[in-house]
């Protein structure tokens, strides 16, 4: 039977100077989402290969910037947050 595992993906953000080059940045992952207006790119790789593909997105020449997604790092349990933000409502209103 065959196993399904779920990879760690990590986003990041490259900043371009245009976006001809778009085809190109393919081979670096997963294109999610491409801004015409603001010239910038959101990618996927996976986890274990941030660093090395920053290297290599760094080296290009029309590359301006990378950044990476902290969104992995965002508690995402908002479980007890309307608790929290009625507690504190309360405290203010008094």
Do not use: C
């Not at 989402?33 to 290969?49: F, L």
């Amino acid at each position: 039977m065959l196993s399904f595992e779920i990879t760690k993906r990590q986003g990041i953000i490259i900043w371009v100077y245009t976006l001809r080059q778009l085809k190109n940045l393919r081979r670096f992952g997963y294109i999610h989402y491409v801004s015409n207006r603001q010239k910038y790119i959101v990618m996927y790789v996976d986890q274990n290969e941030v660093q090395d593909k920053m290297k290599q997105l760094n080296s290009l020449h029309y590359v301006r910037k990378v950044e990476i997604s902290y969104r992995p790092d965002i508690d995402m349990t908002f479980s007890d947050s309307l608790g929290a933000f009625k507690k504190i409502k309360e405290t203010v209103d008094l």
